[in-house]
């Protein structure tokens, strides 16, 4: 079975002191990290006083960083500097970063490679517009998305690599998808995987939904074949809403 993810996506909220709070509030309850992986993503600022301050079983992880290993990249933040500060997650290629920041499909697969080369698990988000799902297209252009990000990647890292399917007409909407159309752009995701790769490789990828994920509807997301997590915006925020989602993940595991 592959351990589930549950990672908060904060994007830009939080002050440090509020984030810290956070941290307090959740560090001693999340569950062990053998079974559930508990995730925060925080503005690059607090990561170094959160990772100061996680508990054994939560993780921290950035949101975004640059593809190249340095240079005149004004306001952005380097692979090697997510390494140094002992972060282990960053979000790649956000829905909102490639609409607001003009990412593409090939930065995307570039910022995975980078993040590959510097120990990161890159948390790579794919997704569909509303009118692309309207028009019946959403497997042909997932599966494109997930094509160029995987791009030159070997077995090894994209058994490592963690996918998040976040459709963007369910994101901060309180539209989730339904679990069955979250499952089916996963399935399809993973068979993408399993055309490009060896055999079993797609067995252990984790590919995660994200979109309107709170607590009322986790348990029958992560009900389904292939959900293996969620990547959580709003519902992230709270410490008991976030306790929830990862204990939903911890009684999935104990099924
Ligand atoms: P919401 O959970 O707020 O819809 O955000 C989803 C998301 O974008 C996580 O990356």
Request: one cysteine or more; charged letters at 25%.
């Amino acid at each position: 079975m592959r351990k589930p993810i549950i990672a908060g996506n904060w994007k830009m909220h939080k002050t440090r002191d509020e984030a810290l709070q956070f941290i307090y509030n959740v560090n001693l309850k999340v569950p062990n990290k053998e079974y559930v992986e508990s995730v925060v993503c925080a503005q690059a600022p607090v990561l170094r006083d959160l990772v100061k301050r996680q508990g054994e079983n939560l993780r921290i992880g950035a949101q975004t960083m640059h593809e190249q290993t340095e240079g005149a990249f004004t306001g952005e933040v380097s692979a090697a500097l997510l390494e140094d500060l002992n972060v282990d997650y960053v979000i790649i290629g956000h829905s909102e970063r490639r609409e607001y920041y003009n990412e593409t499909d090939e930065g995307v697969n570039k910022k995975i490679h980078q993040a590959f080369r510097y120990d990161l698990v890159p948390i790579a988000c794919v997704g569909e517009s509303l009118e692309i799902r309207e028009k019946g297209e959403t497997d042909a252009f997932v599966s494109n998305q997930v094509k160029a990000a995987l791009k030159g990647l070997t077995d090894d890292q994209v058994k490592n690599l963690v996918i998040a399917y976040e459709p963007i007409w369910a994101i901060g909407t309180g539209k989730t998808a339904t679990p069955e159309e979250a499952n089916n752009a996963i399935k399809s995701i993973r068979s993408v995987i399993t055309e490009m790769y060896d055999a079993g490789v797609s067995d252990e990828t984790r590919i995660l939904y994200g979109g309107s994920v709170k607590p009322a509807n986790i348990d029958d997301l992560l009900a389904q074949s292939d959900i293996d997590g969620a990547l959580v915006g709003g519902a992230s925020l709270n410490a008991q809403d976030f306790l929830t989602l990862v204990n939903s993940a911890q009684a999935k595991v104990d099924q």
